[in-house]
């Protein structure tokens, strides 16, 4: 796609020629109060109960600005763009501190507008282009937002870290900026590499448990952390979207095929509980919990929590079902018409889809919904979030469009190829994979604004809106 205008010369602007390029592993923090996006808008006893924003987010710091200035962001693989709050930004809407433009010297404004529309929530400011800083990189004229209005924020709870902002990680495509016709840029990983900052087109994601707080995580921009997992990764393509007719299929998110579910509990494994053929599924930090085609979840739900009741659409479970032994197990392979034998099989065990809802310690907990949420074909995607993630290491290669999947160290989930016996290369064995629910944030733009459809909307906020407005 031509860029064009101020997105020519964005896109154009490669700089830095930092020598040869070491991986740089960086902390991810996970907190528990999360972006005001993800935040709750009305609070009522049943809100405190399934308060999503108890379950946190994953956050990183970024600077921005010369001298620097710091936020702390949600580290969001469901979305593409980095935004910040403005200046303009009444303090009523955004809460935590404010980008002061006037005090960098390397910022650069424009008027072209970013509209992030999120399922309980807005932003809207301008691009601008600034140097940004993540652990030790230092990328420049990088396109973000600045966003000068906000709807439906939530404020900050004394004493708990503000995330004020998003870093977005999928693919270029997906910005408001190139589908509204403003133009193309580089967003944050694609300016790393373009800038040879880093020695591969990779950046591999490890969560961590969502029991512990603090920097449980970990993101390598560049390369991956073999200690953070165990057995060989098993590689995916990313599928293309379908996006408005008359418009090819493409990238624009971290899209995976489902093909298969079953869940093995008390030596017992299933059958497939996917009802149909394949599913496309987003791999999304952003989002707290896991998205799952309606049937499949009541399926789910049955067997790993026979007496689960399904209120304001999640599954209310006893916190006891925590010490089950046994897995659900998640089928990938890289189309719809290969055989079952060209799968990559990953396992996620009952026990970290127990997720306690009234406290951070499943000890205490007395309140426990089930980490998937059956979803109705109506949201338009499916999305495997946190409570899957936690469980996987997943090596995202954004030039070549494949993810790598493997057991997180410290999560008993498993990975495995299905046997094969077609010889296909593809399954070998092992395999695993992530994704993410949850809260959040994650951008898009409005729909009615541009023809595209469903790639427009927020998927992580979409997960707010079914998570938060409980
Ligand atoms: C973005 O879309 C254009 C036009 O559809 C396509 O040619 C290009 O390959 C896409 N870029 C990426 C990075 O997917
Ligand atoms: C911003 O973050 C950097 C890196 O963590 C730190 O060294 C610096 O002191 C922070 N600046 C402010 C103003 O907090
Ligand atoms: C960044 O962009 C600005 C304006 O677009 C340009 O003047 C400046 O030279 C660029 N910086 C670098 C380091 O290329
Ligand atoms: C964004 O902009 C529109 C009009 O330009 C305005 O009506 C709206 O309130 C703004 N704020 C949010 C949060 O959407
Ligand atoms: C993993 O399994 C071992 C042995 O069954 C158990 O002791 C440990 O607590 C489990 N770890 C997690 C994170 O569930
Ligand atoms: C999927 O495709 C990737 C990239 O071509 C390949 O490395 C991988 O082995 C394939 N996986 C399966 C399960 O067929």
């Given at each position: ?15 830095g ?20 996006k993800?935040?709750?808008?009305a ?21 921005i ?26 303090k ?25 529309v ?29 966003i ?12 708990e ?13 997906l ?22 900052q880093?020695?591969?087109s ?15 995580g ?7 952390d ?10 995916l ?68 929590a ?16 925590y ?34 809802m ?34 996987a ?12 999947i ?8 498993t ?40 790639v427009?909307f ?13």
């Open positions: 796609m031509v860029a064009t205008g101020i997105w020519a010369a964005l896109a154009c602007s490669v700089l020629l930092a020598s040869a390029s070491e991986p740089i592993h960086v902390p991810v923090r996970r907190v528990t109060h999360t972006h005001a993800l935040g709750r808008r609070v009522t006893s049943t809100a405190e109960l399934f308060n999503a924003a108890k379950q946190g987010g994953y956050a990183i710091d970024v600077s600005g010369t001298p620097p200035q710091n936020f702390s962001v949600i580290l969001d693989t469901g979305s593409t763009e980095l935004w910040v709050p403005g200046p303009n930004c009444p009523s809407e955004c809460f935590g501190s404010l980008f002061d433009i006037t005090a960098s010297s390397t910022y650069v404004g424009t008027n072209l507008p970013i509209d992030l999120y399922g309980i929530g807005s932003d809207n400011g301008t691009y601008a282009s600034d140097t940004v800083l993540v652990a030790g990189y230092t990328v420049k004229n990088l396109t973000f937002g600045v000068n209005s906000a709807a439906n924020n939530t404020p900050p709870v004394s004493g870290p503000y995330l004020n902002g998003i870093l977005g990680l999928a693919f270029p495509n910005t408001f900026a190139y589908q509204t016709g403003e133009g193309q840029y580089n967003p944050f990983v694609y300016a790393l590499w373009q800038q040879k880093i020695p591969q990779i950046f591999s994601l490890y969560l961590g448990s969502r029991l512990i707080e603090g920097e449980t970990q993101i390598t921009f560049g390369g991956m073999t200690s953070k997992f165990t057995g060989n990764l098993q590689y393509q990313v599928q293309k979207e379908s996006s408005a007719p008359g418009y090819p299929d493409d990238y624009y998110h971290w899209t995976v095929l489902l093909r298969g579910l079953a869940v093995t509990v008390n030596g017992q494994t299933s059958s497939n509980l996917l009802t149909i053929a394949s599913q496309q599924v987003v791999l999304d930090s952003g989002t707290t919990f896991t998205y799952l085609p309606y049937q499949a979840a009541q399926s789910i739900a049955q067997l790993v026979p007496s689960a009741t399904l209120s304001q659409g999640m599954y209310v479970v006893d916190c006891g079902l010490s089950t032994q046994g897995n659900i197990q998640f089928a990938f392979s890289n189309s719809s018409t290969s055989s079952s034998s060209q799968s990559v099989i990953f396992s996620v065990p009952i026990s970290s889809m127990i997720i306690p009234d406290s951070t310690s499943i000890d205490t907990a007395t309140q426990c919904v089930l980490g998937i949420i059956p979803t109705d074909a109506s949201m338009g995607v499916y999305l495997l979030g946190d409570t899957f993630l936690q469980s290491y997943v090596v995202h290669d954004f030039e070549n469009y494949v993810v790598g493997a057991q997180a160290v410290s999560s008993n989930a990975a495995s190829g299905s046997s094969s016996s077609s010889g296909s290369s593809g399954s070998g064995s092992g395999g695993s994979s992530s994704g993410g629910s949850g809260t959040s944030t994650s951008s898009s733009s409005s729909a009615t604004n541009v023809g595209f459809g469903k427009l927020s998927l992580a906020l979409l997960g707010a809106t079914f998570t938060l407005l409980l």
